[in-house]
């Protein structure tokens, strides 16, 4: 015979809709202001010594590929000429520079947060302008022997001679990939995917404590 249970008071209780003084979330607090935006290396701090790594503001970054004859439509909207000889850079002396990636590839970077896609999208010429503006993140590396400490993961000869002052590539830091910069003799600026920023910050700072002892 099937056991017989009591549901009689196991209903749920019922509360007072009465206004009952519950004390305030204090995570609640604040929801009402606009919210800001935080990146992946937020808070770290300045590595002491005569080498110093930088986490760059936000910047507008797009990755641009177009053939030879859009060039000079593309150069025009930009504001600078786009290079075109390997391991090549340009600027417009305003924040805004191109690295070149390959024969039809540049990654382009305003500092000042221009919109570089509308930028692009006046020009009829054939191209293909992607924003990767939060794809990205910016390192800087500065100070004598910052060569020696980006070398410490990245396998190319870095000296003026071979990588001279405007030079760039794609290449590695460790296990992962970046595009190395150098806007100054003393300094490299490293740019890597989001995901990877905390290794390439982590890698750097050893990377410079070792070259500064």
Same mark, same amino acid.
């Given at each position: 015979m099937p056991t017989q249970i009591d549901v009689s008071n196991t209903s749920p209780r019922r509360t007072s809709s009465a206004?009952?003084?519950? @004390?305030? #979330? @204090?995570?609640?607090?604040?929801? =009402?202001?606009?919210?800001?935006?935080?990146? @992946?290396? =937020?808070g770290r701090i300045a590595v002491p010594g005569g080498l110093s790594l930088t986490v760059l503001p936000p910047a507008s970054r797009l990755s641009l590929?177009? @053939?030879?004859?859009?060039?000079? #439509?593309?150069?025009?909207?930009?504001?600078?000429d786009l290079p075109r000889s390997p391991k090549t850079s340009a600027s417009d002396g305003k924040g805004r520079f191109a690295l070149w990636l390959g024969p039809d590839e540049w990654l382009v970077v305003d500092e000042a947060g221009g919109d570089l896609v509308a930028a692009c999208r006046a020009v009829q010429a054939l191209h293909s302008a992607v924003d990767i503006s939060h794809r990205n993140v910016g390192l800087l590396v500065s100070g004598q022997g910052a060569a020696n400490a980006v070398n410490a993961g990245c396998p190319q000869d870095l000296s003026l001679q071979a990588f001279p002052v405007g030079a760039c590539s794609r290449t590695v830091l460790g296990k992962i990939e970046m595009v190395l910069y150098r806007p100054s003799a003393d300094s490299f600026r490293i740019?890597?995917?989001?995901? $990877?920023?905390?290794?390439?910050?982590? $890698?750097?700072?050893?990377?410079?404590?070792?070259?500064?002892?």
């Open positions: 206004k009952q003084n519950v @004390p305030a #979330d @204090p995570s609640h607090k604040g929801q =009402d202001k606009a919210l800001r935006r935080t990146g @992946p290396l =937020d590929r177009a @053939p030879a004859g859009s060039v000079a #439509d593309l150069s025009a909207a930009l504001g600078m740019e890597c995917w989001r995901s $990877f920023a905390d290794y390439a910050h982590a $890698f750097l700072a050893e990377a410079i404590a070792d070259a500064s002892a």
